[in-house]
């Protein structure tokens, strides 16, 4: 999965999807590092692209839904509120606990959770 970002990045996208989400980055392919950007490592193998764009403008609507465990669900919105981050809170779907934060770029981003039993 990739989502756009201005060029110069990378710090930004180290800190809110490595630091505040928990995130392992991966290093790109030499190849493609010229072009900037970060990568990170999702569950299952599957990857997260920040990818350099340099006409950019924020996603609103479209976004990633980033599944998180559900014991840590509360402690992930607060550090993401303690760093300056809105956190809305969505009850949309019956039985997952989801909540919507931009990312530093102004991307829409979820993160959703089965609710506890």
């Known amino acids: 999965m990739q989502i ?6 990378e710090p ?8 505040l989400l928990g995130l392992a ?8 590092r ?7 490592e999702l569950a299952d193998g ?3 692209h920040i990818g350099v764009e340099q006409e950019f403008a924020p996603s609103l609507k479209a976004h990633p839904a980033l599944r998180a465990d559900p014991a840590e669900i509360d402690a992930l919105a ?6 300056g981050f809105a ?6 779907l019956p039985g ?4 919507f934060t931009p990312d530093p770029w102004g991307n829409r981003v979820e993160l959703l959770a089965a609710a506890p039993a």
């Open 4 to 9: 756009a970002a201005p060029p110069g990045c």
């Open 12 to 19: 930004a996208a180290r800190l809110f999807f490595g630091e």
């Open 25 to 32: 980055e991966l290093e790109k392919p030499e190849r493609l």
């Open 34 to 40: 010229a072009g900037g950007g970060a990568w990170f």
């Open 46 to 48: 599957r990857e997260l």
């Open 78 to 83: 607060a550090r993401l509120l303690d760093a």
């Open 87 to 92: 956190v809305r809170w969505d009850e949309a």
């Open 96 to 99: 997952v606990r989801r909540f």
